[in-house]
């Protein structure tokens, strides 16, 4: 049984850093992600990690300012965010299932974790 709960968030202002973490357990075996929801809009792909954590993609939108990862017995998924900007305010979710943008291809979420970016 795969269980995922995130924590970390918290309120920051622009330019800070945050890192966000999911415990996981029985994932070892699947792709792991980071996704957000903002109020009023769909849930969006953030960051991604593949099953033998070799392989790693980011959203346009954050790259070269997160950085996805895991430790080594896939116990702790990581999102170190640098950079933060108001409109990275979101409920941040883990993920766990397919290597894939879409949060329909993850069948095992997280509660979320609140991030918000004062300006």
């Known amino acids: 049984q795969v269980r995922l709960a995130e924590s970390g968030g918290g309120l920051v202002q622009a330019g800070d850093s945050l890192r966000l973490t999911c415990a996981a357990s029985?994932?070892?075996?699947?792709?792991m992600g980071w996704f957000r929801q903002a109020p009023g809009k769909e849930r969006e792909f953030v960051a991604m990690?593949?099953?033998?954590?070799?392989?790693?993609y980011y959203a346009d939108s954050v790259k070269g300012r997160f950085t996805i990862s895991t430790d080594n017995a896939k116990n702790f998924l990581y999102l170190r965010m640098n950079s933060l900007k108001p409109e990275d305010t979101a409920v941040y979710y883990c993920?766990?299932?397919?290597?894939?943008?879409?949060?329909?291809?993850?069948?095992?979420w997280g509660q979320g974790t609140q991030v918000t970016v004062s300006s």
């Open positions: 990690i593949s099953y033998n954590n070799q392989n790693t």
């Open positions: 993920a766990a299932g397919h290597y894939d943008t879409s949060p329909d291809m993850y069948n095992h």
């Open positions: 029985g994932a070892t075996m699947y792709a």
